[in-house]
């Protein structure tokens, strides 16, 4: 009978190592993969709910353009003189309107 619970208990130290690995996996899954997405989720979200009339951004598809009007999710874009071009407003990229413009994009804009 103590034989039985001896082999039992000694099934669960086996498995115990398996259990902390894929533990250990999924957190370093959380905090090299899930964490980092979400953030920079974050910050497209505040990016896009910043942005206001004249100021220059960079679409995804790599259109560089001048906020002229914003209708909800709808941006109007101006590309050059009397052209226009409407568009979502999660069109408009962070990181492309970023690297356009040298990081600090107002300093920027405020030059042209």
């Known amino acids: 009978m103590y034989e039985n619970l001896l082999l039992q208990a000694g099934g669960f130290s086996e498995?115990?190592?398996?259990?902390i690995m894929l533990m250990s996996i999924l957190v370093v899954f959380y905090f090299f993969m899930i964490?980092?997405?979400?953030?920079?989720?974050k910050e497209q979200v505040s990016f896009m709910d910043?942005?206001?009339r004249g100021t220059e951004v960079v679409t995804a598809s790599?259109?560089?353009?001048?906020?002229?009007?914003?209708?909800?999710?709808i941006v109007t874009l101006e590309v050059g003189?009397?052209?226009?071009?409407?568009?979502?407003r999660s069109a408009?990229?962070?990181e492309?309107?970023?690297s356009h413009l040298g990081g600090d994009g107002e300093a920027e804009a405020e030059k042209s």
Do not use: D, H, V
């Not at 964490?35 to 989720?41: A, D, G, L, S, W």
């Not at 790599?62 to 999710?73: A, P, R, S, T, V």
């Not at 003189?81 to 979502?88: A, D, L, P, S, V």
């Open 81 to 88: 003189t009397k052209t226009y071009i409407r568009m979502t």
């Open 62 to 73: 790599g259109i560089i353009g001048k906020i002229n009007k914003m209708e909800g999710n």
């Open 15 to 19: 498995g115990l190592p398996t259990f």
């Open 92 to 94: 408009i990229s962070k």
């Open 96 to 98: 492309m309107t970023e």
């Open 35 to 41: 964490r980092p997405q979400t953030q920079k989720q």
């Open 50 to 52: 910043s942005l206001e």
